[in-house]
């Protein structure tokens, strides 16, 4: 046994950096802020856990096999809101520091990756559940990874609260390690296949029954069930939680980091982000919000000069924090941003202060309409229509395609973003640009028909190009694809 400060030196560095986001402290602001009392009972929660789901056991260093690398942990500290803001809980969580293990020996590397529903499913999910009426209904795995069994020998040392060194050898996957994830992932597709759940081959983090009358999607331990009726999804709810134990949310009204507000008559939600934009903004602008920025709504910067490099560069780290929290805003809930966001992500790696001066004034705007974002409708009909177009050439010669995925005029999916290939005219950037959009398409049909979603109309994609349109008449591709039928529209 030793003292915290003697592992400490062994780590050289146990904590990387003082946290600059008051609901995610370090170590040492954790233990050393007015909320201690209140982090020291979320420490002993997660021992709890940890003794319960029998995640380790504990063993003498001389048990652990000559030459075995072993891999330390470090606290990780959340304070959990509700959908409002308001404090929910003070969550510490153990992890082990991945990176220190050995590729091979204490995790596969083809064995990391776990599959997770996307946004663009979120929003399926909801506008099927919109449009048949059906109940909807959200859970949260209570410790997921801590339920799955490893199947690699890792070995781990730890610091316990009298600041003495453990040794442990982990059963069960904890957070942080390389393969954990995948292991979960591997656990819940078993959890859901005795439910009577398969798979799904377009969102491989979706799951649905035989006759489609149960779908859920999951993202790592969230879990979104649409059904006909409460009963069904009491039913799906039983089967799960005879493997693990569920947090059961209700409808959901906070997942992926989106504030969903619902109508009274279920016929009607509203997606948006306002917390975190809040958050966004007393991390990159506290002065602005402390005094109070002017009264008037900011609008896009749209002056081309403020997205190029220039020789006054800005601070690295920060930028791509910013950009980075931005990206995640215009993919969930903000798609008029999409272009703007992209262009100053170009500049990640050599950022300068005209480009921070965009970004930040990026925030300004969505601060001051952060009530803002997507409404899905009940719609009458589910028709899915993808809208591609492109801007021609640029400042580095490369054209820009825009795309727009809808079921029934509701938004599930967009994104702007540079094509890859340089286009030698109009007619070239917007037939790539089309052949985005029908790969959207093809997905799209493929996974609305494992769902057993059956469409009004034929997926249908739209270009205001005649010569795009002209050219895919044309198209090798287009004229022997079995998977999606093509109908181009010129608008």
Same mark, same amino acid.
């Given at each position: 046994?030793?003292?915290?400060?003697?592992?400490?030196?062994?780590? *050289?560095?146990?904590?990387?950096? $003082?946290?600059?986001?008051?609901?995610?402290?370090?170590?040492?602001?954790?233990?050393?802020?007015?909320?201690?009392?209140?982090?020291?009972?979320?420490?002993?929660?997660?021992?709890?856990?940890?003794?319960?789901?029998? $995640?380790?056991?504990?063993?003498?260093?001389?048990?652990?096999?000559?030459?075995?690398?072993?891999?330390?942990?470090?606290?990780?500290?959340?304070?959990?809101?509700?959908?409002?803001?308001?404090?929910?809980?003070?969550?510490?969580?153990?992890?082990?520091?991945?990176?220190?293990?050995?590729?091979?020996?204490?995790?596969?590397?083809?064995?990391?990756?776990?599959?997770?529903?996307?946004?663009?499913?979120?929003?399926?999910?909801?506008?099927?559940?919109?449009?048949?009426?059906?109940?909807?209904?959200?859970?949260?795995?209570?410790?997921?990874?801590?339920?799955?069994?490893?199947?690699?020998?890792?070995?781990?040392?730890?610091?316990?609260?009298?600041?003495?060194?453990?040794?442990?050898?982990?059963?069960?996957?904890?957070?942080?390690?390389?393969?954990?994830?995948?292991?979960?992932? *591997?656990?819940?597709?078993?959890?859901?296949?005795?439910?009577?759940?398969?798979?799904?081959?377009?969102?491989?983090?979706?799951?649905?029954?035989?006759?489609?009358?149960?779908?859920? +999607?999951?993202?790592?331990?969230?879990?979104?069930?649409?059904?006909?009726?409460?009963?069904?999804?009491?039913?799906?709810?039983?089967?799960?939680?005879?493997?693990?134990?569920?947090?059961?949310?209700?409808?959901?009204?906070?997942?992926?980091?989106?504030?969903?507000?619902?109508?009274?008559?279920?016929?009607?939600?509203?997606?948006?982000?306002?917390?975190?934009?809040?958050?966004?903004?007393?991390?990159?602008? #506290?002065?602005? $919000?402390?005094?109070?920025?002017?009264?008037?709504?900011? #609008?896009?910067?749209?002056?081309?000069?403020?997205?190029?490099?220039?020789?006054? #560069?800005?601070?690295?780290?920060?930028?791509?924090?910013?950009?980075?929290?931005?990206?995640?805003?215009?993919?969930?809930?903000?798609?008029?941003?999409?272009?703007?966001?992209?262009?100053?992500?170009?500049?990640?790696?050599?950022?300068?202060?005209?480009?921070?001066?965009?970004?930040? +004034?990026?925030?300004?705007?969505?601060?001051?309409?952060?009530?803002?974002?997507?409404?899905?409708?009940?719609?009458?009909?589910?028709?899915?229509?993808?809208?591609?177009?492109?801007?021609?050439?640029?400042?580095?010669?490369?054209?820009?395609?825009?795309?727009?995925?809808?079921?029934?005029?509701?938004?599930?999916?967009?994104?702007?973003?540079?094509?890859?290939?340089?286009?030698?005219?109009?007619?070239?950037?917007?037939?790539?640009?089309?052949?985005?959009?029908?790969?959207?398409?093809?997905?799209?049909?493929?996974?609305?028909?494992?769902?057993?979603?059956?469409?009004?109309?034929?997926?249908?994609?739209?270009?205001?190009?005649?010569?795009?349109?002209?050219?895919?008449?044309?198209?090798?591709?287009?004229?022997?694809?079995?998977?999606?039928?093509?109908?181009?529209?010129?608008?």
């Amino acid at each position: 046994m030793g003292t915290r400060t003697q592992l400490a030196r062994e780590r *050289k560095s146990r904590v990387q950096a $003082v946290g600059t986001d008051p609901d995610h402290p370090t170590d040492d602001q954790a233990r050393n802020s007015p909320q201690a009392a209140e982090w020291a009972k979320a420490r002993e929660r997660e021992r709890d856990q940890l003794i319960k789901y029998g $995640v380790f056991t504990k063993i003498k260093k001389s048990d652990i096999p000559e030459g075995t690398k072993i891999v330390d942990t470090k606290w990780v500290y959340v304070i959990k809101r509700k959908a409002d803001g308001i404090i929910d809980k003070y969550k510490a969580r153990k992890v082990g520091r991945g990176f220190t293990q050995e590729a091979g020996i204490s995790y596969d590397t083809n064995k990391t990756y776990a599959k997770m529903m996307p946004p663009e499913t979120l929003k399926i999910l909801l506008v099927i559940a919109l449009h048949r009426k059906w109940a909807i209904r959200q859970w949260d795995v209570i410790a997921a990874y801590l339920q799955a069994l490893l199947h690699h020998d890792v070995y781990v040392s730890d610091i316990n609260e009298q600041g003495e060194i453990e040794y442990w050898k982990l059963n069960k996957a904890l957070y942080g390690l390389k393969q954990a994830g995948h292991e979960w992932f *591997k656990t819940l597709q078993e959890i859901l296949h005795f439910a009577g759940l398969e798979q799904c081959i377009g969102d491989e983090g979706s799951y649905a029954s035989a006759d489609g009358q149960l779908i859920i +999607g999951s993202h790592v331990d969230d879990l979104l069930g649409i059904a006909p009726t409460e009963a069904d999804l009491d039913k799906a709810e039983k089967s799960v939680e005879k493997s693990v134990e569920l947090d059961k949310r209700g409808r959901p009204s906070l997942i992926l980091g989106i504030e969903l507000s619902w109508n009274k008559e279920n016929t009607e939600v509203v997606l948006t982000q306002q917390v975190l934009i809040e958050s966004m903004m007393k991390t990159f602008l #506290p002065a602005e $919000v402390e005094q109070g920025i002017p009264g008037k709504r900011s #609008p896009l910067p749209l002056n081309p000069m403020l997205y190029e490099a220039d020789e006054d #560069p800005t601070e690295q780290k920060p930028y791509q924090s910013l950009i980075g929290g931005l990206l995640f805003v215009a993919r969930m809930t903000r798609p008029e941003i999409s272009f703007h966001v992209n262009l100053l992500g170009r500049r990640a790696t050599n950022p300068s202060t005209s480009n921070m001066m965009a970004a930040k +004034g990026i925030l300004r705007y969505l601060y001051w309409s952060r009530s803002e974002g997507i409404i899905l409708k009940k719609p009458r009909h589910l028709e899915l229509k993808v809208f591609a177009d492109a801007s021609y050439g640029g400042s580095e010669a490369r054209s820009q395609s825009g795309v727009l995925i809808t079921l029934r005029e509701q938004p599930i999916g967009w994104y702007s973003r540079r094509q890859d290939v340089v286009s030698l005219s109009i007619t070239e950037a917007e037939y790539i640009a089309d052949c985005e959009g029908a790969k959207d398409l093809a997905w799209g049909r493929q996974f609305l028909k494992e769902l057993r979603i059956e469409a009004s109309q034929p997926p249908t994609l739209v270009t205001d190009s005649e010569g795009a349109y002209n050219l895919s008449k044309t198209s090798q591709f287009l004229r022997r694809s079995r998977h999606i039928e093509h109908r181009y529209h010129y608008i």
